[in-house]
Each structure stands twice: as structure tokens, then as C-alpha cells.
């Protein structure tokens, strides 16, 4: 079973930055994504984007470009979140997934099937 543990949540201010990070472990040879969701206090759980651990394609989801960045770390295991510019909608419980399955877009939650526990980001205005 491939765990995931995220880190890097906290309490900000709007305008500040946070950087997740997510750390694989187990068998993470089988996996081909890996994606940030959030969901934020009465919504569904949103995709904010992946990456391939493959090939390092970036699949979109509801991230702002140039505020959101996704990246990883291939030999630390590590997904990242940089996240810029925060405004207080994006507060949300953010997690992180993985899954072992392939697709032509990753924004369903079914399609991933490891989860970490989530890291909470508060963004006061």
C-alpha cells in the first residue's frame, strides 16, 4: 500500500504563500499520478491539478495559473503545492492522492486511489 503524508498547511494572510509538500512511501513505483484536491468548508472535494511521476505532465484542474504550481521531487517521493498570492477562498482542507491507474484527465476523485490525510490552509483576509 503506497502512503501519503502531507505537510506546509497552516494560517495565512491574503497575499501570502504556502508551499505543500506530500510524501510518498511503499511501493510508489506503481503509481502515475499524483494530484492536489481541496475542498473547502460545505463543497465537494475539487482537483487543483497533477503530475505524471512518469513522464511530468501537468494536468490542470481549478488552479489560477501562475498562483498554483505543482512540481515534484522524483527521488524524495515529494509532490508540491506552491501556492501564491492566496486569497481567502482558497481555504480548504487540501489532499493529497495518487493513483495507479491511467487516464486521459485525472479530475475525478474515483480515479485515485490513495489519499493522505489532508493539511488544512486558512487564508484570513
Known amino acids: 500500500q503506497v502512503q501519503l503524508v502531507e505537510s506546509g498547511g497552516g494560517l495565512v494572510q491574503a497575499g501570502d504563500s504556502l508551499r505543500l509538500s506530500c510524501v510518498a512511501s511503499?511501493?510508489?513505483?506503481?503509481?502515475?499520478?499524483m494530484a492536489w484536491f481541496r475542498q473547502a468548508p460545505g463543497l465537494n472535494r475539487r482537483f487543483v491539478g497533477g503530475i505524471s511521476v512518469i513522464d511530468d505532465t501537468v494536468y490542470g484542474g481549478e488552479s489560477v495559473p501562475g498562483r498554483f504550481i505543482i512540481s515534484r521531487d522524483n527521488a524524495k517521493n515529494t509532490l508540491f503545492l506552491q501556492m501564491n498570492n492566496l486569497r481567502p477562498e482558497d481555504t480548504a482542507d487540501y489532499y493529497c492522492?495518487?493513483?495507479?491507474?491511467?487516464?486521459?484527465?485525472?479530475?475525478?476523485?474515483?480515479?485515485?486511489?490513495?489519499w493522505g490525510q489532508g493539511t488544512q490552509v486558512t487564508v484570513s483576509s
Open positions: 511503499g511501493p510508489t513505483y506503481t503509481l502515475r499520478v
Open positions: 492522492a495518487a493513483t495507479t491507474y491511467w487516464s486521459e484527465s485525472y479530475s475525478d476523485e474515483e480515479l485515485f486511489n490513495y
